[in-house]
């Protein structure tokens, strides 16, 4: 079971890329895409669920191009898009029995498998109540389990706790990580918390390119000696924001505490701290935003010389 990305690409009109030459190799696990909006997750999402293909390179499931045939895949595959919209008038039972129909899961098959996935995805109470009253928490619960109707080695799932209350968020990453020991999960997000307490490995993407695929450990280490602490007066802030990347600030009634990324200590009081995952993914993220700045200005500098 091993889902391969060779340099994907895909072009859109205008000659916009929404990804450039992704490379990935996965197992067993979960993997969390992580980017700000706009950085290509959705997109590779919808290649790999095979709902759109890629303008060049592949990806290969179990060794077969699943853009040449994608019944490969979609026969093992579970998908929860970031917009999953539901029947507010069918139950829940009503809805993913209609959801195992499309799927082509038998009958007496699709009834024993709702009940499991009922129990699972802590539904079973609520299963008869019309899905247009459920909260948003239960609606995911509901996307998750229609995910999980054919029992999927591959389940890719887009924001899934966007709009969730703290607890409701807790329950969905608990979910994920009970199902991930015999399954290939890809878990795309913008919530740094949601990756850091599930994900096995992390991609970090930005503007369609992959910046970095390693373990969170490795990728908070890169951000090591680099994170500081400090209590500033509130008249400073501006300044301060102008100097350093800031990652959090905490407005106390002695000043404001601030929380940000620096090579060297940047103020007086300033003492470093542990990273985090979010500490290093924007970092990594701002190194990214300077160095494509610094390429554009070269470019345009030697395309008004060359003139």
């Known amino acids: 079971m091993q889902l391969r990305m060779n340099t994907i690409s895909k072009q859109y009109r205008q000659g916009f890329w929404g990804l450039r030459e992704v490379s990935l190799e996965l197992g067993p696990g979960i993997l969390g895409l992580l980017g700000p909006n706009g950085a290509g997750k959705s997109t590779l999402m919808r290649i790999l669920a095979t709902i759109t293909k890629p303008s060049s ?86 996307g998750i389990a229609q995910a999980l109707l054919n029992d999927p080695k591959l389940l890719i799932v887009d924001e899934p706790t966007v709009g969730l209350d703290p607890e409701e968020r807790v329950r969905f990453r608990n979910l994920l990580t009970d199902l991930s020991g015999e399954r290939i999960i890809i878990l795309s997000t913008h919530i740094v918390s949601d990756i850091e307490a599930t994900a096995t490995e992390v991609a970090l993407m930005n503007k369609g390119r992959m910046l970095l695929h390693a373990t969170p450990d ?90």
């Open 57 to 142: 390179g592949t990806a290969t499931w179990g060794g077969v191009d699943i853009a040449a045939q994608p019944n490969a895949l979609r026969n093992v595959l579970g998908y929860l898009p970031q917009d999953f919209g539901v029947y507010p008038h069918l139950n829940a039972i009503e809805f993913l029995e209609y959801m195992a129909a499309i799927k082509g899961i038998e009958a007496r098959t699709a009834r024993r498998r709702i009940d499991e996935l009922l129990v699972l995805t802590n539904l079973h109470d609520a299963a008869k109540r019309p899905l247009g009253g459920y909260s948003g928490g239960m609606r995911q619960r509901v």
């Open 218 to 307: 490795q990728i908070v280490r890169t951000a090591q000696g680099q994170v500081w602490e400090f209590l500033i007066p509130p008249e400073e802030l501006t300044s301060v924001k102008r100097q350093v990347l800031i990652t959090s600030t905490v407005r106390r009634s002695d000043g404001i505490f601030v929380r940000a990324v620096a090579p060297n200590a940047p103020h007086t009081n300033a003492r470093a701290v542990e990273p985090t995952l979010e500490d290093a993914y924007l970092l990594l993220v701002e190194r990214d935003r300077t160095s494509t700045e610094h390429t554009n200005a070269s470019g345009r500098m030697l395309a008004a010389q060359a003139g």
